[in-house]
């Protein structure tokens, strides 16, 4: 521990000896800064990542230079997926504490890979994205996004609860509890993940099953006495008195056949009647309930389509850029070959006006000189006997440029001694219908005439 005010190595006492500042109130703080750090670690070290971070914010308020607290907060900002903050969280710790500083490693281990750069700006950019879609209502193209996120970067939580939370809104309950359930194995006491968690358990109704109640007995009352009467027991006492009522019951149904019937069967009747043309009322009105919701379902389809097709169309032109961008380093580099293979793996149209125009001028540059390396590759191969480069390269070279007669010429001659003489006849045709009055065009109808 040093002084604050001269920098000399303070000893156990409430002043410095150095210098003569009051050091008691400054020891305070530094303890109580170390004490907010070493509860952060433990709290860290099981998986408390939400109450660890607000340990060691705590620890920071105090004492800012403490590095050992602002390295740790920024592993637990790294663990959560928020590569932005631990970064710089260790930044300012180097800025504190240039030398013998472990977040020298933590940074050089991040810098050294491009493409995990590379990824923390996708990661951020979709992720933003995704808020947008949020935004805008556009719930499904929302959940499209973030399962993009978090196959780039699965620990960023923040990721996680808002698919939980677009999920639980679509009522797909099994999946939000998924990713709840995933963001608590990596903080097991994130307040949003536990506040998902709760809700889930209302939405689906959780609670104690009650306990089965057994009865034994049942008891009545009877003038002044209570019975009880056990579960089971058989009393036969009375046979007499219910022969009486057996007797009884057979005279009120035959009092009820003869007199009562008639009545009773016109009016059930007419209840029938009633229920058929109310049933028939329901059925109306489902029906046309069924059709509305028919209606709803083709609508949302349309809508679903639509956001495919333009879920299709945005990847188009991403792949389109993707490779746009690709032809022209090669063509910085001046790979004829390989900005030409770029190029034509580009649609044109899903490019912008700006894009279009780079492509012409990549493309207008590209193909002389292109046509020229194909058509000397071609025939050198011709010359040597590898008809299938022939065939390719000077297939290609007339491709880019038909006014190219030698080209076309030569690609006949490599069917014909490869011994494809279906192609070598088209080609031949070609010579002569495209190049009449020509010297090639002669020799190609001799050779068609041999054919």
Request: charged share 25%.
């Amino acid at each position: 521990m040093r002084c604050f005010n001269c920098g000399a190595v303070l000893k156990n006492t409430d002043y410095c000896e150095s210098c003569g500042a009051d050091v008691k109130l400054y020891r305070r703080m530094l303890q109580l800064s170390n004490r907010y750090y070493n509860e952060g670690l433990e709290k860290a070290r099981v998986r408390d990542l939400t109450g660890a971070a607000v340990s060691l914010r705590q620890s920071l308020k105090i004492n800012k230079r403490n590095t050992d607290a602002r390295n740790l907060l920024g592993l637990v900002y790294f663990e959560t997926g928020d590569v932005v903050d631990a970064l710089t969280q260790w930044i300012i710790s180097k800025s504190f504490q240039k030398n013998k500083n472990v977040a020298d490693d933590y940074i050089k281990a991040i810098e050294d890979s491009p493409s995990r750069l590379e990824s923390i700006g996708t990661t951020i950019r979709k992720y933003n994205q995704s808020l947008v879609y949020c935004e805008q209502g556009s719930y499904d193209l929302a959940i499209i996004q973030l399962k993009k996120v978090l196959s780039v970067n699965y620990h960023l939580l923040d990721a996680h609860l808002l698919l939980a939370l677009l999920y639980i809104q679509s009522e797909n309950f099994s999946r939000a509890r998924t990713e709840v359930k995933r963001v608590l194995e990596v903080d097991r006491t994130n307040t949003r993940a536990l506040r998902y968690q709760k809700e889930l358990d209302e939405r689906e109704g959780k609670s104690a099953p009650k306990e089965e109640e057994h009865r034994d007995s049942i008891s009545y009352v009877s003038g002044n006495e209570t019975i009880i009467q056990p579960v089971g027991v058989k009393d036969n006492s009375g046979l007499h008195s219910v022969l009486n009522v057996l007797v009884g019951i057979v005279i009120g149904v035959a009092v009820t056949g003869f007199l009562i019937w008639p009545a009773i069967q016109s009016s059930q009747n007419s209840e029938l009647n009633d229920a058929i043309a109310e049933y028939s009322d329901q059925l109306d009105s489902k029906t046309a309930a069924l059709d509305s919701v028919q209606a709803e379902v083709e609508s949302l389809r349309e809508e679903a389509e639509t956001a495919t097709q333009a879920a299709e169309e945005a990847e188009a032109e991403l792949q389109s850029y993707e490779a746009l961008l690709a032809a022209y380093v090669a063509y910085v580099e001046e790979d004829t070959t390989t900005t030409l293979d770029q190029l034509e793996e580009i649609d044109r149209e899903t490019l912008s006006s700006n894009g279009q125009a780079l492509y012409d001028v990549m493309y207008d540059d590209i193909v002389e000189s292109a046509v020229s390396s194909l058509y000397a590759s071609g025939y050198a191969a011709y010359q040597s006997g590898d008809y299938e480069t022939a065939i390719t390269n000077l297939a290609k070279c007339y491709e880019l440029d038909t006014t190219q007669g030698d080209a076309l010429y030569f690609l006949a001659r490599s069917y014909h001694k490869s011994g494809d003489t279906e192609n070598a006849k088209v080609y031949y045709q070609k010579v002569v219908d495209e190049f009449p009055n020509t010297q090639k065009a002669t020799d190609s109808q001799s050779f068609l005439n041999s054919l």
